[in-house]
Each structure stands twice: as structure tokens, then as C-alpha cells.
DNA sequence: CATTACTTTTGTAATGGTTTCAATAAACTA
DNA sequence: TAGTTTATTGAAACCATTACAAAAGTAATG
């Protein structure tokens, strides 16, 4: 908890206290998780937190840069604490995101265009995992 | 009109004339439309069309792998009638959707792995389209 | 043709993630 | 402390998508 108070300031990030708890799940649960994973995980020990608040508290993060959100899932908005360049495979079946690590680095390289400038880049793979697999 | 009754047989899609009309403007307009835009789209000239066959026609599309659907845009689901291996940008002010056509072909190579078997690969950029910029 | 079975389309209603907004609470400033 | 700004909260609105059942269209049978 008082790890992600201090990471909070990395990012010019006023720390409140629902703002570090928010990052204390990120920290602690790289399950790229929804919104409401993140409100359902907190909200038992902060029975008074709003989903609003958890919502322009991703929105913070992101825009600060502590968090990437990613659009890889059609349904729910997924956020992530790794910033590093890596991608990501969603099971199009339990919709569960994991880490892809093993990608070359040029794949992450700004494409030039007379058309547009280019800020984020995202690898994204679908599938089946291996806990679906037998389903 | 008629390249699309073909067209849709080569995915062994029964053509109706809905799934016709859906993918003749899929196939004259490579905007990555949205549901709503082909609704809107098509309505004027076949005014009993009902956005809910938008909805099936597109699902049964990219079932039969006519079409790809994008995750790049959180906010509308988005489809591609270039199957091909090629990347995407999407504007963050203005919501358009461009190809990016200058990608490497192992960029698009399937990654092993123990854990899931992946099926499609996605690459996407995100950033401001020079129609914006002056905003 | 006429009947039946099957597929597709349609429109309405429900669902559910996200956003808006105004009120309350908390943190900061002088 | 009083005044000001910032953050949190909860309810309501929004809107893309889905579910569902009725209607229309198409194909198959005799």
C-alpha cells in the first residue's frame, strides 16, 4: 500500500486513498482486470467506493501514463500496469488476457506516415487458451 | 450488386438481398464501418432494413470468415472486408479507422506458446490523423 | 399448386458497460 | 477557521449490443 502511494508520485499522481488502493490491485493482480473486477475486489474492504470513482481513477492513470488501457476486449474496457512493450492474447472464450513477452522489440517500432503521428502501438492475439481448450 | 452475390459464395454465404447490399457497400466503401454507419448507410434505399440483420449479416460474416472484426475502436465493434495481413490506425479525435499497409509479414507470424493456440493476430496504432492535428 | 418445414428478417424490449451530473466530502490555502 | 479547490459518491441517462418472438420469405414435398 505504501508502495503504490510512492508509485502514484512517479506519475505525478495525487494519492488518495481509494487512488492507491486502485493501484495496490494493479500492482498485486496482473490480470489485465475490467472495472469491475477492480470495484468487486476493493469494495468488500471499502464498502463506500464507487464505481465512478474507479472509473475517472483509470482514467487518471491512463492519461498520467501508469496505466495502459487496452482495447483488446470488445466488451469491457482492461487495464494494464506493465508498460513495457509487450502484447497480449485474449481466449475468445473465457475472455481472460494474458502477457505475451516474447516479441521482438522492432515489432513495436512507430510506423511514419504522411497521413497521421502515431502514440501507442498494440499487438494483439486471439484464441483459445489451454483451460478452455477441453470446452 | 451482382460481385456481391458472387463474392458472398466463394464464403458459402446464402446471398439474400440484405447480405448482398451489406457487403456491396463493405466491399465500395473500405472505411471500417461501423454497425451504425452500414445501417445508416443502407436504410435509404432499403428503408425495412432492420439494424438487427446489420448485426446477424456482420456476425455471419465474419463466422464465414468474409470479414474480419476489429477490436481497435472500445466504443463500436468495426469490420474489415481486407482479410489480408495488414495493420490499422485509429484516430483518437475523430474515430476514423486507416490501413497500415507498410508492415513487415513476420510481424503478423503466430507466436507458440504452451499456455493458449492463437487464431487471428490484430496490430493496431493509436494516435491523431493529420485532419485533426489543426484541432 | 398447396402444405409444410426451414431460414431469414424485423421490431421491440432488455441488458449492461460507460458517462453525465449534481451533491457531498475531503484536502488544501490564506 | 473560513474559503476554495479537488475528489468521491450515487443516481440517472446514454447507447451499443443482445435476446426474443412474430412475421415474411424461401425451399422441399407430395
Redesign the interface.
Same mark, same amino acid.
Given at each position: 500500500m505504501l508502495e503504490s502511494h510512492q508509485y502514484l508520485k512517479q506519475f505525478s499522481i495525487k494519492p488518495s486513498v481509494q487512488r492507491s488502493a486502485v493501484m495496490h490491485f494493479l500492482l498485486n493482480n496482473r490480470i489485465h482486470p475490467t472495472i469491475d473486477e477492480i470495484y468487486m475486489a476493493l469494495s468488500p474492504t471499502m464498502p463506500t467506493l464507487s464505481k465512478t470513482t474507479v472509473y475517472n481513477t483509470l482514467d487518471l492513470f491512463v492519461e498520467k501514463g501508469a496505466v495502459r +488501457?487496452l +482495447?483488446?476486449?470488445?466488451k469491457n +474496457?482492461r487495464y494494464d500496469v506493465d508498460i513495457s512493450a509487450h @502484447?497480449h492474447? *485474449? #481466449?475468445k472464450s473465457c475472455g481472460k488476457v494474458?502477457d505475451?513477452f !516474447?516479441?521482438k522489440p522492432h515489432?513495436f517500432h512507430?510506423?511514419h $506516415? !504522411? %497521413?497521421?503521428?502515431? !502514440? $501507442?502501438?498494440?499487438? $494483439?492475439? *486471439? @484464441?483459445? #487458451? %489451454?483451460s478452455c481448450?477441453g470446452n
Open positions: +488501457a +482495447a483488446i476486449d470488445e +474496457a @502484447g492474447f *485474449f #481466449c494474458q505475451v !516474447d516479441l515489432m512507430i510506423p $506516415s !504522411d %497521413n497521421y503521428t502515431v !502514440d $501507442s502501438v498494440e499487438i $494483439s492475439y *486471439f @484464441g483459445i #487458451c %489451454n481448450k
